[in-house]
């Protein structure tokens, strides 16, 4: 995680997280920290926020005689709690996502398992049609407490250049 202090005024500083396009490097690795163990209750309340209602998320004694023998974690609430512990190492200066693909789900998580991820700068090109900002690609692993791999994902985000963030403009 990226991040800087920037005076406002006397002995005055006002904190600053993540990575401008010229600061990402193909091939770097960001751990992303701290880890973040998942509860029922979690997942209860993400599949009520989605609507997904398949039993495996939220009924024991249904799941119970699964092949997993009790609850699973939805997936896309892994998918959506890897992105936010890349936010700070890989888009926190970004003005767009621009997609995710190649999303595979290789081990269930369980409640109370606790998700890890890192991502790895793959590419990065200027844009063609904005001057301000460049395109970086990442792949963002996720991994539980054994280091089972739980989760991958391609991601791809038009970040901005140094001096041309909202950041900037809002004197956030």
């Not at 595979?104 to 990065?124: C, G, I, W």
Request: aromatic share 10%.
């Amino acid at each position: 995680m990226v991040q800087n202090a920037h005076p406002v005024g006397p002995q005055h500083y006002r904190e600053s997280f993540g990575r401008y396009y010229e600061d990402f490097q193909v091939g770097d690795i960001y751990e992303h920290r701290p880890g973040r163990t998942i509860t029922q209750t979690d997942n209860t309340w993400f599949t009520l926020l989605t609507m997904n209602t398949h039993p495996m998320h939220f009924d024991e004694e249904y799941a119970k005689h699964s092949e997993f023998g009790r609850c699973i974690i939805c997936s896309p609430l892994t998918v959506a709690l890897m992105v936010g512990m890349s936010v700070t190492d890989v888009s926190q200066k970004a003005i767009a996502n621009l997609g995710w693909s190649d999303i595979m789900l290789t081990y269930p998580l369980f409640a109370n398992d606790t998700l890890y991820s890192r991502s790895e700068v793959l590419d990065k090109r200027e844009s063609s049609s904005r001057p301000n900002a460049g395109i970086v690609s990442v792949k963002t692993i996720g991994t539980q407490q054994e280091g089972k791999t739980v989760c991958t994902f391609m991601r791809t985000i038009l970040v901005a250049k140094h001096g041309f963030d909202v950041e900037k403009k809002a004197n956030y």
